[in-house]
């Protein structure tokens, strides 16, 4: 009865309710969270939000701080402040922490890449998208068979010999085609710019 009637006295002044908790009354203790929980869960979602659209870190943090405003109680002297400023300090430490960790959980460490990124930006990509295009238009320009050639030594990256292979020349002769085709795509490469 005496803790009911110290939690109720002066506005709820939790200084007496605390003094009790502090000299280990298991009745003052159980009133003293009763009346504190509800307060540090308020200012634990006010101060940390909304998080996926719930409040289940704030209510994590706001359990944390009444655990540790119970392991601190032993250590607890009314210097005269109100006990809610002894509270309040102990949460907002808690939700630096959490803060801090939340930053630190933004980025998990198996999303980070090991070195930089080497892939292609979006402009990049673009600039090889149009480079592509138009050479596939100049080879579409070029007769047959000096766009199977080119596609064979330069896209495919077969050798003279391999080509001549595949076309039925000489390794001499494929060298020479492959000028040819190569110096017909730059004189038509020249064109287009000019144009």
Do not use: W
Request: charged share 25%; glycine share 8%.
């Amino acid at each position: 009865m005496r803790v009911l009637r110290a939690a109720n006295e002066d506005g709820g002044d939790l200084r007496e309710l605390a003094n009790l908790a502090v000299q280990g009354d298991p009745g003052a203790i159980e009133v003293l969270i009763g009346e504190v929980r509800p307060m540090i869960v308020r200012y634990c979602r006010a101060r940390l939000g909304r998080v996926s659209g719930q409040y289940h870190i704030a209510d994590d943090v706001a359990q944390e701080v009444c655990i540790a405003v119970l392991s601190a109680l032993p250590r607890y002297r009314d210097m005269g402040r109100p006990f809610a400023s002894f509270v309040f300090g102990i949460a907002s430490h808690k939700i630096a922490d959490a803060l801090r960790s939340a930053v630190r959980a933004a980025v998990p460490t198996e999303d980070l890449p090991d070195g930089p990124d080497d892939r292609p930006g979006p402009e990049e990509t673009v600039v090889r998208y149009i480079e592509a295009q138009r050479a596939r238009d100049l080879l579409t320009r070029l007769p047959d068979h000096q766009r199977e050639l080119v596609l064979l030594r330069v896209v495919a990256g077969l050798s003279a010999e391999e080509t001549g292979n595949v076309l039925g020349m000489s390794a001499g002769a494929v060298r020479v085609a492959q000028h040819r085709a190569l110096a017909r795509l730059r004189a038509m490469a020249r064109e287009e710019s000019i144009a």
